[in-house]
């Protein structure tokens, strides 16, 4: 009887209960409770945070587990049969789809066709605060590394302050795959900050006369050298053009870039390809987000999760997407000095990725001090160029590290 | 090289290379809007003729002959507008 009772036991997830395993059901909980009641980015972070609560039942076997149980000898790799066999099916999708770095590309193809590239196409010059905000990535890779992190996990930890999730998700599969949970978690989570961390930057850094500089009466006083005549032509040509120019100077970002740019001409077509451009927008990326997240999240068991390195992930990436935002409110302060067509500065804090939100806090912030200025269309020009400023940041990390 | 010296290079390498491509789209996008506008200016549409003019004398007549019916006799087309 003893012993029904001791192999009962043992088949339950009681056997191989710990503190650290409810502590993960903890901020499972927490996590799930910021996506559904709070919607906090809640498309990614429910399935990251249910991953991460199917990771953490003791015997569950839907944990991933660390890179070194697939390796074999001369460099070579378990075949998805037997990580399925062994490991689950769990491992199954992280090592086809994670490992591989297939979804981050599949995700900014539906971003791509999701994209308009319309408002960045009309006020070209603002593309620049896109590049002056990318300056938080490449601080905290420095400041990280006094604090213990590798040069890769560092520069993995920096990628955060690019504001962009699958921008992150890529860089540190390929850089420190050991980190890919908490890099995750910490980007998606400030993502969904960005209501709460630019009006806070912004507040720090910007004047009232500043706040209330209104874009369109210096669009009135100065205006733009060229009128886009046909803005369908320019539209289709420039994602080709984009994206070949890209693939010449910075290879390593073609995946990323490439996709993004690829969605957005199928959307920019038209009618002819809008089929394709409804799949990657609907079935696909909805489908690559739920597997991202879910295999994401089952990165994040207690022996990897619950070690100082995710406390300096947290504070390291708050500080990297502080200092991009504020990298594009002073360059936009620098470039206010010589010229007499001002820029708002709320124009430089959304060179961040973090697509269309970041816009949205900046025009209300903005609308605030003078219910006439709405610079929406302004902030979205420096937003996109944003997103391909950390795709090419993250291009030159993984060139250069990898 | 010590890793912070290699951040260090990074950091200059990275940010040349982001602000440096966004200058090439800048110019490129320039480029761009001036070759569409000289050679891809927008098709101006040129509204057809409407064919049903043509059979607008029918249409009229239809229209006379059915409110003729309805009102028995006593209704007048005075205008007939296209909604």
Redo the contacts between chains.
Sequence with gaps: MEEILSKLYNMTAFSGMSWQVVLMWVIAFILLYLGIKKEYEPLLLVPIAFGLLLANFPGGGMGIVPAENIVLEGERYKNLFEIANEYGIMNYLYYSLIKTGLLPPVIFMGVGALTDFGPMLRNLKLSLFGAAAQIGIFTVLIVSLLFGFTLKEAASLGIIGGADGPTAIYTTIKLAPHLLGPIAIAAYSYMALVPVIIPLVANMFMTKKEFKINMREMDKLYPPKYQIKNLRAVKIIFPIVLGSVTAIFVPSAVPLVGMLLFGNLVKEIGAATLRLSEAATGAILNTATIFLGLTVGATMTADVFLSPKTLGIVVGGFIAFAISIAGGILAVKIHNIFTKKKINPLVGATGLSAVPMASRVANEMALKYDPTNHILQYCMASNISGVIGSAVAAGVLISMLS | MS??N???I??V???V??????????F???L???F??KY???EVRVKKSDKSDDRAPQIHRAIEAAIDVFTKGKGKVTNIRKL
């Design positions: 890793p912070l290699e951040a260090l990074i950091t390498v990275g940010m290379t982001v602000f440096f491509i966004l200058f090439l789209i800048i490129v996008g320039n761009l809007i001036r569409c506008n891809l200016p927008e």
